[in-house]
């Protein structure tokens, strides 16, 4: 109730309705709020290459300038060269046909799902997906339902017994690396499902971006699964250290999205500015193999049984309890931690918990006190 003292300060009668929803969260000790960063040690941001902390793009990019404005959505004054050529070599780099860069990773699931099934449609997707992709399944015309996270049995049983209503394209959607938990779909089984049930196979890398793989091409492509998937969905806000996504698929997807989807129809383009740091990240990010092998050594760093089973930068430890879960990261953050709890109701009720990111250049010894700092929790 403290956090709301300021809105009680400044209420007009009229705004009650929303001191009413905000009074909600603080009941449940979920009211969130913007907090700067400090000088602790960032075990929550996801620069996971260290690419914006150490101004990599900045010094790839040296003295040329680009403007900030695009004056227009891609369809009347915001389409350039420089976005063209961008998207032509994202598309080369991710072995696909065709790729449509989008302001960001939000828009482009949330856009894609939002238009890509129709009436008698079916969209199958992965319960702990992005809220991205749920906002998009929700706003879509066709009949959806989610199945039980990497629950190759429920989704197979789905596919199966479709409703004679549904009967027309399916679509199954999934993240490769869970933006919660760390872990990753089983992408290869999941692809041999689509193929027997002949649905449509949608994959969002944005965690697997820059990370997974030889090079950072993302775990559909290092699994030798591209040529399975309908659409992949790459975001540029992560390892990649800018803004912005890109979706991967066929000319003819390509060609769908310019004319149907509205995120990318009805919004300003994103900048020459914006587009040149992708293009600079694209050059950098795949030559930083020591970077990736740093994060596979600290990610070592967390095999204990506290830990959620993750071979990706980001860990998690349950603390059930929007409270305790609280409270262990500000015990931490007075250890000069930085690491921040997820809330119910963003993640399930008992499943709040603190989300761990690593990056290149978070050091082994305080990698170290932190996994200790919360086995000590474990033990209490
Ligand atoms: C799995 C996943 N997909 C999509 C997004 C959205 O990407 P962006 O931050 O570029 O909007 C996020 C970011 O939180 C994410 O974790």
Request: charged share 20%; proline share 3%.
């Amino acid at each position: 109730m403290s956090e709301l003292k300021g809105y009680l300060v400044h209420n007009f009668m009229s705004e009650d309705f929303l001191f009413k929803k905000l009074k909600e969260k603080s009941d449940l000790d979920a009211l969130r709020g913007l907090r700067l960063q400090g000088e602790q040690a960032d075990y929550f941001s996801n620069d996971y290459l260290g690419i914006v902390k150490n101004g990599l793009i900045e010094k790839h990019l040296g003295h040329h300038h680009y403007a900030h404005g695009s004056t227009g959505s891609r369809l009347l004054a915001g389409n350039y060269a420089k976005i063209e050529e961008t998207e032509h070599e994202i598309a080369g780099f991710h072995k696909a046909p065709a790729a449509l860069i989008f302001n960001s990773g939000y828009d482009a699931n949330f856009g894609l799902l939002a238009c890509i099934a129709q009436r008698g449609d079916l969209i199958l997707y992965d319960k702990l997906s992005h809220a991205s992709i749920r906002d998009g399944v929700r706003q879509s015309f066709a009949n959806s339902s989610s199945f039980a996270h990497n629950h190759l049995n429920e989704l197979e049983l789905k596919l199966k017994n479709r409703p004679v209503s549904d009967s027309g394209n399916c679509f199954v959607v999934t993240e490769s690396v869970f933006s919660m938990d760390g872990d990753r779909a089983p992408l290869s089984e999941m692809a041999d499902l689509c193929d027997r049930y002949d649905a449509h196979f949608i994959v969002d890398e944005a965690h697997a971006t820059g990370f997974a793989g030889e090079q950072g091409e993302g775990c559909v492509q290092s699994s030798g699964l591209s040529n399975r998937c309908f659409a992949r969905i790459h975001t540029f806000g992560k390892a990649l250290g800018c803004h912005g996504a890109a979706i991967l698929g066929s000319y003819a997807l390509r060609q769908f999205l310019i004319n149907f989807c509205r995120p990318f129809i009805y919004s300003t383009a994103i900048s020459p500015a914006s587009v040149a740091a992708i293009g600079a990240s694209y050059k950098i990010f795949p030559n930083m193999n020591q970077e990736r092998a740093i994060l596979k050594n600290l990610i070592s760093l967390f095999d204990y049984p506290c830990f959620n089973k993750s071979d990706t930068p980001i860990q998690c430890f349950i603390a059930p309890g929007n409270e305790k879960v609280k409270k262990i990261s500000e015990s931490l953050f007075n250890n000069n931690l930085d690491v921040r709890p997820i809330l119910y109701p963003t993640v399930p009720l008992d499943k709040e918990r603190l989300r761990i990111t690593l990056h290149s250049f978070n050091s082994v010894d305080e990698t170290k006190l932190l996994v200790e700092n919360l086995l000590k929790t474990v033990e209490n």
